[in-house]
């Protein structure tokens, strides 16, 4: 199977399909939790955990108990349904349904718990604005995918675009190390992975950056 395949038609008529309208909102709202690494620079590491932790409780319990009662996932539809994913929706081969925003929260714990502040804030601001020109980039300009998938290279590159002026803007890491993990991180959203790209690609960039760090 080629890396690379050229397609004039959209392959993103999948289970995460959602009119280009939506995922703007999606977006927007994605844009919100730019908060989030805001907090981590702001806050101490301990505030940072104890803050994220609840809200990742929180979310991952509502998830839980819109698997198991009606009446709670009615409402989250019914409040929510217009910016989830159908995939988020509904899966007949899962129990429970982890929405975006619930995985977004997971990652932002994760990279404050295992890596250092100002590493994890880089990753998770880097994720948050690449995640968003990719999705809109790649919605509409895209036509050069990731084989069989709905990646596409133009979305890949608004993402590596993005996420290097997340660097330079930033304080905290030297530039050509935090472009390392932008492009990790890049890489990392675009191939399938056993984890969600939520976590796959801001967990990437961390990783690589403390490593550089480390070495050098």
Request: aromatic share 8%.
């Amino acid at each position: 199977m080629p890396i690379l395949k050229i397609n004039t038609a959209s392959q993103s008529m999948d289970k995460n399909f959602v009119p280009y309208k939506h995922e703007l909102s999606r977006k927007a709202l994605h844009i919100l939790a730019l908060v989030i690494p805001a907090g981590m620079l702001v806050l101490d590491r301990n505030h940072s955990l104890l803050i994220l932790g609840l809200a990742s409780a929180t979310a991952l319990g509502v998830d839980i108990l819109r698997a198991r009662l009606a009446v709670v996932n009615y409402w989250i539809l019914k409040i929510f349904g217009s910016l989830m994913r159908p995939g988020e929706k509904s899966d007949p081969e899962a129990k429970v349904i982890l929405n975006g925003s619930t995985w977004v929260l997971i990652s932002a714990f994760l990279l404050v718990l295992i890596f250092p502040v100002h590493v994890a804030a880089v990753s998770f601001a880097m994720f948050i604005i690449g995640d968003g020109a990719a999705a809109l980039a790649g919605r509409r300009y895209g036509r050069i995918f990731w084989g069989n998938g709905n990646k596409t290279l133009e979305g890949s590159a608004a993402f590596l675009g993005a996420a290097m002026l997340v660097v330079l803007i930033v304080p905290g890491v030297k530039f050509w190390i935090g472009a390392a993990g932008a492009l990790a991180a890049c890489l990392a959203e675009a191939m399938p992975g056993p984890l969600n790209d939520n976590l796959r690609a801001p967990l990437s960039a961390a990783v690589i950056m403390v490593i550089l760090e480390y070495i050098f």
